[in-house]
């Protein structure tokens, strides 16, 4: 699905990740922990395609083909999905506008025909219904004064509908409480499926809790320092990350 | 007064002196109305084109814009309109010739001010904007406009159009100055527009006296022939626990300048004033306003958002004025830019001047590029660059064109900002 290979990548002339090379295979839930600072939402906009950083060397794999020189748009048409740490408010673009122009803009660049109306809208009408996303919110300006939690769901309701082939949730469990962090891994739990990945970057366990991840890796300083199963995830809640910044060091 | 005052020395500002001199003694209205024209000259003869060392005019140097002045086009009327639209051709007025709804009266402003009575004189020319120049020109020299008076308690639903157009032959200015009296408990609605197929230097004054309890909301937009320089003044008085609303919609013209003397003079008066300027090329647009609360408990709301591209330079000051006497006034002014090139440039500049100590007055101008993070977030999702650009620009102005109560006319505007919006990214 996802083959990642020696990836170094800068920002502003810093180099962030450093020889990275992770493999996410169809279906795996693969969950990177890692302290902060360690490149872990570098990695995540760096996978999107987010303007701005710089791929020095390796190279990002989705399905066989190389997405590095493609834009944001292209590879989420490809099937990129990223859910974001903080979702952004789009004053004056009501969420249902949003969805349409993001559906369609996706089926454009993938050759198929744009959504009619009435089966956007039923499409909207039952993803929203599944994950309690109010028919209120959906006139609404798209994230314009929802709650943390509102705005996850949000990211969720989106990730229903473009039906991504890979999906990185971005500390997704931030700002969120233990009702609200139910309803989205609910919603992910939901999607998950043999053709589906998802990597979920996250700074503490308690997420690993409501999704389970298949396999579980450490990013350090850049680099994944190291990889094992569930258990893993355990025993850095336990432990903390110093064994392994110590390593990377 | 100087007879000679130092002020007048540039080509324009000798041109627009002589044709007050040749049209002074045929200009319509009686002794009383001579008096203050021949006033108001003195007030421009004194002051000349308004130039940067004017605080007011500061970013619109109207003696650098106006090098030349055209000569005024002493006009005609025209065929009149269908609908209920009013046309000022020229600076000249002709009504339509439809029937009207019942409790709206129309005048064209020639023959009102024959035997104009002392209130109607004192209604159209009002003490507020009459220090600035080319407010006092309009007073001396508009031959012509239109009076709209609606009765007490009429209700007319129908939108009155204000259409303002130019003959094509060559290039030229025209002068209006136009009152709308609204009756104690009336409610209206206007709408402006101008058009000017060549080179035109026009300077259209709109006046608006609103009574106790009466509601009047006014669209003012520009057509894609706009004039080459356009001095458009607005004044308004807000009667007690009436309500005045105006938003502008800017997309053409080379050179605008809007300004606008609104004052409360009733308790409980609403004032709201919007816009959206859609500029580009090296289009220069300027909104001055200055709203004053005279008596207590007035509110007043300002929302002004512009959009720059190429070289374009756009101008807000506001002012808010909080008289001594005016407390629990509620205040909140926000002028939004955003740049959309390098070259673009946007001066912002509230004021507010406060004499009272019980009131909430707030105001915010913020001048910025489009967000990367907002781009991405749309790119993220599959939406193209330009598209996600344009996405936001359009929300960013929709906030404003919301306000718009007529369905009809926020459906054409939304409709001009995504041409706009179109234009620009093909």
Redesign the interface.
């Known amino acids: 699905m996802l083959t990642i290979t020696d990836l170094h990548a800068n920002i502003d002339g810093k180099e962030i990740l450093k020889g990275l090379s992770l493999t996410v295979k169809p279906g795996e839930v693969a969950a990177i922990m890692g302290p902060n600072g360690s490149g872990k939402s570098t990695l995540s906009y760096v996978v999107a395609g987010r303007d701005g950083y710089e791929v020095t060397e390796g190279s990002i794999v989705l399905n066989g083909e190389d997405i590095l020189a493609m834009d944001a748009h292209e590879r989420a048409a490809k099937g990129i999905f990223l859910a974001f740490q903080y979702p952004l408010e789009i004053p004056g673009v009501t969420t249902m506008t949003f969805l349409k122009a993001a559906m369609n803009a996706q089926r454009k660049q993938r050759g198929e025909e744009e959504l009619t109306t009435p089966d956007f809208i039923k499409r909207v009408r039952a993803a929203a219904d599944k994950l309690g996303v109010s028919q209120e919110m959906l006139r609404r300006a798209l994230n314009v004064g929802f709650s943390g939690g509102e705005k996850k769901r949000m990211e969720v309701l989106q990730m229903v509908l473009l039906e991504p082939k890979i999906a990185i949730l971005d500390e997704t469990d931030s700002g969120l409480d233990i009702d609200a962090l139910r309803i989205v891994a609910e919603g992910v739990n939901a999607l998950r499926s043999p053709d589906r990945s998802f990597l979920v970057i996250t700074h503490y366990q308690r997420l690993l809790d409501y999704i389970v991840p298949d396999s579980v890796h450490v990013l350090s300083a850049g680099r994944i320092v190291k990889s094992g199963d569930k258990e893993l995830a355990h025993e850095l809640e336990k432990n903390g990350y110093r064994d392994y910044v110590a390593d990377a060091a | 007064m100087n007879p000679r005052p130092p002020a007048i020395r540039t080509k324009a500002e000798t041109a627009l002196a002589d044709s007050f001199a040749h049209a002074s003694a045929s200009l319509p209205g009686g002794d009383a109305v001579r008096g203050l024209r021949t006033r108001a000259f003195d007030v421009f003869h004194e002051r000349g084109l308004p130039n940067r060392r004017v605080e007011a005019w500061h970013y619109t140097d109207l003696r650098n814009f106006m090098r030349e002045a055209y000569p005024i086009a002493s006009g005609a009327s025209v065929a009149p309109a269908s609908g209920l639209r009013v046309i000022i051709h020229d600076g000249v007025c002709t009504l339509p010739s439809c029937a009207l709804p019942v409790g709206l009266k129309l005048t064209a402003m020639r023959d009102a001010l024959a035997g104009a009575s002392d209130d109607l004189i004192h209604a159209l020319f009002p003490d507020q904007g009459a220090d600035d120049a080319m407010v006092a020109f309009n007073a001396a020299m508009a031959r012509d406009g239109v009076l709209i008076e609606v009765a007490p308690g009429a209700q007319i639903d129908a939108t009155i159009e204000l259409s303002f157009t130019s003959s094509g032959d060559a290039p030229h200015g025209d002068i209006s100055r136009s009152l709308v009296l609204v009756g104690e408990g009336a409610r209206a609605s206007i709408v402006e527009s101008h058009a000017a197929p060549v080179k035109v230097q026009r300077n259209s004054a709109l006046i608006f006296s609103i009574k106790a309890e009466a509601s009047l909301s006014h669209v003012f937009e520009t057509c894609a022939d706009s004039p080459e320089l356009h001095v458009s003044t607005l004044i308004a008085e807000v009667g007690q626990d009436a309500s005045f609303s105006s938003l502008a919609f800017v997309s053409a013209g080379e050179v605008l300048r809007r300004q606008a003397f609104v004052r409360g003079s009733g308790e409980r008066a609403k004032i709201a004033l919007r816009g959206v300027s859609l500029l580009k090329g090296k289009q220069h647009a300027d909104t001055t306003l200055v709203v004053e609360h005279a008596v207590p408990h007035g509110e007043s709301r300002e929302l002004f958002k512009t959009i720059l591209d190429g070289e374009a330079s756009g101008v807000f000051q506001g002012k808010v004025v909080v008289k001594p006497h005016a407390q629990k006034t509620d205040g909140g002014m926000k002028s939004q830019a955003i740049l959309l090139s390098d070259d673009a440039s946007m001066y912002n500049k509230p004021e507010l001047e406060i004499f009272a100590d019980d009131v909430v007055c707030g105001h915010g101008a913020t001048v910025g590029q489009l ?4 781009i ?10 330009v ?2 650009e344009g ?2 620009i ?6 404003v064109l919301e306000f718009v109560e007529d369905e009809t006319i926020r459906e054409r505007l939304g409709a001009e900002l995504s041409g706009w919006l179109a234009r620009r990214a093909s």
């Open positions: 967000d990367e993070d907002q991405f977030y749309l790119m993220a999702r599959g939406i193209p660059r598209q996600a996405m936001i359009e929300g960013f102005a929709r906030e």
